[in-house]
């Protein structure tokens, strides 16, 4: 678009920034629901930022990172805080030159950490071939540049030819001690499919993946953690609803608590998820599997209350946005947890368990056995793959449980 000054220079005329592209990038913050306050500041730094480039004869399609760096570093008496604060305004200011006014994007990237390129391209290889869900490589991403990292440490490069079992062990050792077993667990399921992956690329003449030990998790081994009923009740009611942040929390804990939805399909939930017509919910699961759920009517209620009153327009699709600008879909599971925990601290109660969402997964399992359900109905509304991931939940039914146990053998004072 041409919305700036032409100038003059002894290359021939060039379109400088000028007063509209600041103003419709305020414009735009303002939709993404910048505060007043924080666009007044804003405008200043995109104002001068716009008068020094137009002083030193820089064109739209020429401004970089490199020259946000010059506009920051311009005075030595500049202080740490107002040099952050200048580029907290003018990344996002060149961001959106980039994408409204056609400014190019850097065609290369400068000082890439070691292993990056090996790095994305094992990410590649997850999501394009292995099919793997964003959360999930998530999850992979952090135990592989931890890899790298050492290795880059110990030998100067990442190349996977620098690998042995030696090296595998060692860092799988020093990187569980004192750590939990699940954590144990997902370090060694990412280390043995990197190694497939490096092996499968020829990257390795060896399959390093048969060096990585698994890490044995006994089955149903603990009681999962559940709230009761009136537990349940009453983390929801701890929602300020007169809020738009409590009317927001309370449609999210409607959805846990009623459906039993995982943290990571509430943050992924979309506008077109909501079939208002059939009153249905289609849920985005586990493998990509999609499911339909029926809408609640206090589901619905606090979804058309939250929707029409608080979310606003965004360019997001996500059902679900961040309170704080810029108005964005929730990053993840994460997200969701924190407003979980929020809940129940506000209800003086406390989650033993990792993903403090999932607990009223497990609450919803459990009223349902303790009023007759069978596993394979609890397994078909908690949309498991297999029962035999339903029947931890035969343990907090305990009732019918003291009805089976047989009693303590006692010692009668007899011969053996």
């Given at each position: 678009m041409k919305t700036g000054n032409l100038f003059a220079s002894e290359d021939g005329p060039f379109e400088g920034l000028s007063h509209t592209h600041v103003s419709s990038f305020l414009t735009h913050l303002r939709i993404d629901g910048y505060a007043e306050r924080t666009l007044r500041k804003k405008r200043s730094v995109a104002a001068s930022f716009a008068r020094w480039s137009v002083e030193k004869r820089l064109a739209v399609s020429d401004l970089?990172?490199?020259?946000?760096?010059?506009?920051?570093?311009?005075?030595?008496?500049?202080?740490?805080?107002?040099?952050?604060?200048?580029?907290?305004?003018?990344?996002?200011?060149?961001?959106?030159?980039?994408?409204?006014?056609?400014?190019?994007?850097?065609?290369?990237?400068?000082?890439?950490?070691?292993?990056?390129?090996?790095?994305?391209?094992?990410?590649?290889?997850?999501?394009?071939?292995?099919?793997?869900?964003?959360?999930?490589?998530?999850?992979?991403?952090?135990?592989?540049?931890?890899?790298?990292?050492?290795?880059?440490?110990?030998?100067?490069?990442?190349?996977?030819?620098?690998?042995?079992?030696?090296?595998?062990?060692?860092f799988i050792l020093n990187h569980i001690r004192n750590r939990s077993s699940e954590y144990s667990r997902l370090l060694s399921v990412a280390l043995r499919s990197f190694f497939r992956f490096l092996y499968l690329r020829e990257e390795t003449a060896i399959d390093f993946s048969l060096s990585v030990p698994t890490v044995r998790r006994w089955r149903q081994a603990e009681v999962p953690d559940f709230l009761s009923p009136d537990e349940v009740e009453r983390v929801l009611s701890t929602t300020d609803r007169s809020t738009p942040r409590g009317r927001r929390d309370h449609a999210i804990l409607l959805l846990l608590a009623r459906l039993g939805l995982r943290a990571g399909e509430i943050a992924t939930l979309e506008l077109r998820d909501v079939l208002w017509r059939t009153g249905e919910i289609v849920v985005r699961g586990k493998g990509r599997v999609l499911d339909r759920l029926p809408l609640l009517s206090d589901i619905g209620e606090a979804l058309v209350l939250y929707l029409t009153k608080d979310r606003g327009a965004c360019e997001s699709r996500q059902v679900f946005l961040r309170m704080i600008a810029p108005r964005v879909g929730l990053a993840g599971p994460c997200a969701v947890g924190d407003i979980v925990r929020l809940a129940l601290a506000r209800a003086n109660l406390?989650?033993?368990?990792?993903?403090?969402?999932?607990?009223?997964?497990?609450?919803?399992?459990?009223?349902?056995?303790?009023?007759?359900?069978?596993?394979?109905?609890?397994?078909?509304?908690?949309?498991?793959?297999?029962?035999?991931?339903?029947?931890?939940?035969?343990?907090?039914?305990?009732?019918?449980l003291r009805e089976v146990a047989r009693p303590w053998p006692a010692h009668t004072g007899g011969a053996p």
């Open positions: 970089n990172e490199s020259h946000l760096a010059s506009f920051v570093e311009r005075s030595s008496q500049r202080t740490r805080a107002g040099v952050n604060l200048e580029m907290a305004a003018l990344r996002p200011f060149l961001k959106y030159l980039r994408a409204e006014a056609g400014v190019p994007p850097p065609t290369l990237v400068i000082d890439a950490p070691p292993g990056e390129d090996l790095k994305q391209r094992y990410i590649d290889y997850l999501r394009r071939e292995r099919g793997l869900a964003e959360y999930s490589i998530r999850v992979y991403a952090p135990f592989i540049q931890d890899l790298l990292n050492e290795q880059v440490a110990t030998t100067g490069c990442a190349s996977p030819q620098a690998l042995n079992a030696r090296v595998v062990q060692e406390r989650s033993q368990s990792r993903g403090a969402a999932h607990i009223f997964r497990h609450s919803l399992a459990t009223r349902m056995i303790r009023h007759g359900a069978s596993i394979a109905e609890i397994s078909e509304v908690l949309r498991h793959r297999s029962q035999s991931t339903t029947q931890i939940y035969a343990k907090v039914d305990f009732e019918t």
